[in-house]
C-alpha cells in the first residue's frame, strides 16, 4: 500500500507544472493601490526567443494614464500572430489588457472582449497581475511569465528579452 501512495504521488509531482513565478488572483482579493511610475522601467524595444521563433515587445513611456504596447511572434521569417494592449491606471490601481490577433489583424477577442489581468502586487523587481508577472532583471533584461491556457492544461511560459 505505500509502494503505490508513493507511486501514485511521484506521478502526480511529476505531471503538474509547477507555476512558480505567477499567482492566481482570488476573487476576494482587491487590487493594492499602484501607479504607473512602479512599472515605467518597462518602458522600451525589447526582443527574444520563444514558441521557435523571434518575439519583440514594444512598450511607451507612461502617458494619459496607460501605457501601451505590442506584440510579435514571428516564425520561419512570417508572422505568427500579435497582442496589442496595455496597463492602465483605473481606481488608484492597475490592470494590464490585451487583445490578440492573427496575422491577418484578425482579432481573436469579440469586439467588446480584453484579456485582463488584475494587479496583485508589487514586491521588489517583479510585478504580478493575474497569472502574469514582469520580473527587472537589469535596465537592459526583463523576464515575462505568463500562464497559458492550451488544451485545458495551464502551463507557465517564460519570456526573456534583452533590450534593443
Known amino acids: 500500500m505505500n509502494r503505490l501512495l508513493i507511486l501514485l504521488f511521484a506521478v ?20 493594492p493601490t499602484a501607479s504607473l511610475e512602479d512599472v515605467k522601467w518597462v518602458a522600451g524595444y525589447w526582443k527574444g526567443e520563444a514558441f521557435g521563433g523571434v518575439t519583440e515587445e514594444i512598450w511607451s513611456p507612461p502617458l494619459g494614464d496607460s501605457m501601451m504596447f505590442s506584440f510579435k511572434l514571428v516564425v520561419d521569417n512570417k508572422v505568427i ?9 483605473v481606481d488608484n490601481t492597475l490592470i494590464l489588457q490585451l ?15 480584453t484579456v485582463d489581468f488584475k494587479l496583485i502586487k508589487i ?11 514582469i520580473e527587472k ?6 523576464n515575462l511569465y505568463v500562464v497559458i491556457n492550451e488544451n485545458g492544461e495551464k502551463e507557465e511560459v517564460k519570456f526573456n528579452y534583452k533590450k534593443q
Do not use: M, P
Not at 81 to 89: D, K, N, P, T, V
Not at 99 to 113: M, S
Open 12 to 31: 502526480c509531482f511529476l505531471n503538474c507544472k509547477a507555476q512558480t513565478n505567477t499567482i492566481k488572483f482570488l476573487e476576494s482579493s482587491i487590487s
Open 81 to 89: 500572430f500579435y497582442e496589442l494592449g496595455g496597463i492602465r491606471e
Open 99 to 113: 487583445k490578440h490577433f492573427g496575422n491577418d489583424f484578425k482579432g481573436w477577442e469579440e469586439k467588446e472582449e
Open 123 to 133: 514586491e521588489n523587481n517583479r510585478v504580478y497581475f493575474d497569472e502574469f508577472t
Open 137 to 142: 532583471i537589469s535596465d537592459s533584461e526583463i
